[in-house]
Protein backbone atom coordinates (compact mmCIF):
# COMPACT_ATOMS: atom_id res chain seq x y z
CA UNK A 1 0.00 0.00 0.00
CA UNK A 2 2.98 1.81 0.90
CA UNK A 3 4.36 1.95 -2.89
CA UNK A 4 1.36 2.46 -4.30
CA UNK A 5 0.44 5.47 -2.13
CA UNK A 6 4.34 6.58 -3.19
CA UNK A 7 3.59 6.65 -6.78
CA UNK A 8 0.31 8.51 -6.63
CA UNK A 9 2.31 11.36 -4.58
CA UNK A 10 5.00 11.49 -7.11
CA UNK A 11 2.70 11.49 -9.95
CA UNK A 12 0.58 14.24 -8.67
CA UNK A 13 3.39 16.41 -7.86
CA UNK A 14 5.09 15.86 -11.67
CA UNK A 15 1.38 16.65 -12.81
CA UNK A 16 1.51 20.01 -10.58
CA UNK A 17 4.35 20.88 -12.26
CA UNK A 18 6.02 24.47 -11.30
CA UNK A 19 4.74 27.71 -13.17
CA UNK A 20 8.15 28.92 -13.88
CA UNK A 21 8.90 26.03 -15.87
CA UNK A 22 5.30 25.86 -17.48
CA UNK A 23 5.41 29.31 -18.58
CA UNK A 24 4.02 28.32 -22.56
CA UNK A 25 2.70 25.80 -24.38
CA UNK A 26 4.54 23.54 -25.96
CA UNK A 27 5.02 22.79 -29.86
CA UNK A 28 2.71 19.87 -28.63
CA UNK A 29 -0.05 22.21 -28.47
CA UNK A 30 -0.50 21.48 -24.32
CA UNK A 31 2.02 21.46 -21.13
CA UNK A 32 0.72 18.87 -19.34
CA UNK A 33 -1.69 15.43 -19.94
CA UNK A 34 -3.06 13.41 -17.32
CA UNK A 35 -4.62 10.61 -18.32
CA UNK A 36 -4.78 6.09 -18.61
CA UNK A 37 -2.53 3.54 -20.18
CA UNK A 38 -2.98 0.18 -21.49
CA UNK A 39 -0.89 -1.84 -22.30
CA UNK A 40 0.23 -5.63 -23.35
CA UNK A 41 2.44 -6.11 -20.39
CA UNK A 42 1.40 -2.93 -17.80
CA UNK A 43 -1.47 -0.25 -17.61
CA UNK A 44 -1.99 2.36 -15.15
CA UNK A 45 -1.59 5.91 -15.01
CA UNK A 46 0.15 8.16 -16.76
CA UNK A 47 1.37 11.60 -16.50
CA UNK A 48 3.42 13.88 -19.12
CA UNK A 49 4.47 17.70 -18.76
CA UNK A 50 6.91 19.27 -20.87
CA UNK A 51 9.83 21.44 -18.94
CA UNK A 52 10.25 24.55 -21.91
CA UNK A 53 8.04 25.83 -24.23
CA UNK A 54 9.85 25.06 -27.61
CA UNK A 55 12.17 22.34 -26.96
CA UNK A 56 9.74 19.69 -26.64
CA UNK A 57 11.01 17.81 -24.05
CA UNK A 58 9.16 16.00 -21.38
CA UNK A 59 8.86 14.28 -18.20
CA UNK A 60 6.30 11.27 -18.22
CA UNK A 61 5.62 9.60 -15.23
CA UNK A 62 3.35 5.87 -15.34
CA UNK A 63 2.15 4.43 -12.43
CA UNK A 64 1.19 1.43 -13.47
CA UNK A 65 -0.54 -2.22 -12.19
CA UNK A 66 1.52 -5.83 -13.85
CA UNK A 67 -1.59 -8.39 -13.54
CA UNK A 68 0.40 -10.85 -14.40
CA UNK A 69 2.99 -10.60 -12.29
CA UNK A 70 1.09 -9.63 -9.49
CA UNK A 71 2.98 -6.38 -8.96
CA UNK A 72 3.34 -2.37 -9.78
CA UNK A 73 5.90 0.07 -11.26
CA UNK A 74 6.57 3.27 -11.06
CA UNK A 75 8.53 4.62 -14.36
CA UNK A 76 10.16 7.95 -15.33
CA UNK A 77 11.18 8.77 -18.77
CA UNK A 78 12.52 12.04 -20.21
CA UNK A 79 10.99 12.09 -23.73
CA UNK A 80 12.32 14.44 -26.83
CA UNK A 81 9.16 15.27 -28.90
CA UNK A 82 9.24 15.97 -32.68
CA UNK A 83 6.84 17.04 -34.92
CA UNK A 84 6.28 15.23 -37.86
CA UNK A 85 5.74 18.38 -40.20
CA UNK A 86 3.01 17.24 -42.68
CA UNK A 87 0.00 16.38 -39.65
CA UNK A 88 -0.26 18.98 -36.99
CA UNK A 89 -1.10 17.89 -33.82
CA UNK A 90 1.02 14.86 -34.51
CA UNK A 91 4.31 13.96 -32.88
CA UNK A 92 6.97 11.69 -33.06
CA UNK A 93 8.92 11.24 -29.61
CA UNK A 94 11.92 8.91 -27.74
CA UNK A 95 13.26 8.92 -24.45
CA UNK A 96 14.52 6.54 -21.96
CA UNK A 97 14.03 6.33 -17.88
CA UNK A 98 14.35 3.54 -14.87
CA UNK A 99 11.70 2.13 -13.03
CA UNK A 100 10.99 1.07 -9.75
CA UNK A 101 8.75 -1.35 -8.76
CA UNK A 102 7.63 -4.18 -6.51
CA UNK A 103 5.64 -8.13 -7.10
CA UNK A 104 4.15 -10.17 -5.02
CA UNK A 105 5.29 -13.53 -5.16
CA UNK A 106 4.36 -15.70 -8.23
CA UNK A 107 4.26 -19.52 -9.55
CA UNK A 108 7.82 -20.49 -11.92
CA UNK A 109 9.48 -23.61 -13.03
CA UNK A 110 12.48 -24.86 -13.52
CA UNK A 111 14.12 -24.84 -17.02
CA UNK A 112 15.53 -28.31 -16.70
CA UNK A 113 13.76 -31.28 -17.47
CA UNK A 114 13.63 -33.58 -14.64
CA UNK A 115 12.22 -37.42 -14.32
CA UNK A 116 10.01 -39.10 -16.84
CA UNK A 117 6.89 -41.05 -16.71
CA UNK A 118 5.89 -42.99 -20.36
CA UNK A 119 7.94 -40.62 -22.08
CA UNK A 120 6.30 -37.53 -20.90
CA UNK A 121 8.51 -34.65 -19.13
CA UNK A 122 7.54 -32.68 -15.93
CA UNK A 123 8.26 -29.57 -15.04
CA UNK A 124 8.90 -28.52 -11.27
CA UNK A 125 6.59 -25.83 -10.12
CA UNK A 126 7.28 -23.39 -7.33
CA UNK A 127 5.06 -20.91 -5.65
CA UNK A 128 7.07 -17.85 -3.70
CA UNK A 129 4.97 -16.07 -1.39
CA UNK A 130 7.43 -12.95 -1.21
CA UNK A 131 7.06 -9.13 -2.10
CA UNK A 132 10.06 -8.90 -4.42
CA UNK A 133 11.58 -4.98 -4.65
CA UNK A 134 12.92 -4.47 -8.84
CA UNK A 135 14.49 -1.70 -10.25
CA UNK A 136 15.40 -1.37 -14.23
CA UNK A 137 15.77 0.46 -16.90
CA UNK A 138 13.37 2.01 -20.06
CA UNK A 139 13.79 3.19 -22.95
CA UNK A 140 10.48 4.48 -25.22
CA UNK A 141 9.10 5.45 -28.65
CA UNK A 142 6.06 6.45 -29.85
CA UNK A 143 3.91 8.67 -32.03
CA UNK A 144 1.50 11.16 -29.95
CA UNK A 145 -1.24 13.10 -31.35
CA UNK A 146 -3.35 16.16 -30.39
CA UNK A 147 -6.55 16.03 -30.83
CA UNK A 148 -7.88 19.51 -32.84
CA UNK A 149 -10.52 21.58 -30.64
CA UNK A 150 -10.40 18.83 -28.05
CA UNK A 151 -8.29 18.48 -24.67
CA UNK A 152 -7.46 15.20 -25.36
CA UNK A 153 -4.30 13.54 -26.47
CA UNK A 154 -3.78 9.98 -28.14
CA UNK A 155 -0.18 8.46 -28.10
CA UNK A 156 0.59 4.92 -29.37
CA UNK A 157 4.64 4.20 -27.75
CA UNK A 158 6.77 0.69 -27.47
CA UNK A 159 8.37 0.59 -24.15
CA UNK A 160 11.23 -1.95 -23.77
CA UNK A 161 12.82 -2.26 -20.18
CA UNK A 162 15.64 -4.43 -18.80
CA UNK A 163 14.65 -4.94 -15.65
CA UNK A 164 16.61 -7.05 -12.22
CA UNK A 165 14.24 -9.19 -10.52
CA UNK A 166 15.41 -11.87 -7.38
CA UNK A 167 18.97 -11.78 -8.97
CA UNK A 168 17.53 -12.63 -12.42
CA UNK A 169 17.67 -10.39 -15.12
CA UNK A 170 15.40 -10.03 -18.20
CA UNK A 171 14.53 -7.86 -21.39
CA UNK A 172 10.64 -7.21 -21.69
CA UNK A 173 8.67 -5.63 -24.51
CA UNK A 174 6.02 -3.43 -23.93
CA UNK A 175 3.37 -1.68 -26.27
CA UNK A 176 0.02 0.65 -25.21
CA UNK A 177 -2.21 2.90 -26.39
CA UNK A 178 -2.83 5.99 -23.97
CA UNK A 179 -5.26 8.79 -23.62
CA UNK A 180 -4.73 11.84 -21.67
CA UNK A 181 -6.16 15.07 -21.23
CA UNK A 182 -4.52 17.71 -21.42
CA UNK A 183 -4.68 21.29 -19.97
Do not use: C
Request: proline fraction near 3%.
Amino acid sequence: MKFWLTGALALGVLAAGTPALAQKKSNSGYTTGIGFRAGGWSSGLTVKHFLSGKNGVAVEGLLTREYAARGGRLTLLLEKHLPISDFKGLQFYYGAGAHLGAYEGRYYFEDSRFGRKKDKYYYRYYYDDQTHLVGGADLIVGLEYKLPDLPFVVALDYRPFFEVFRGYTGLYNDAAISLRFAF
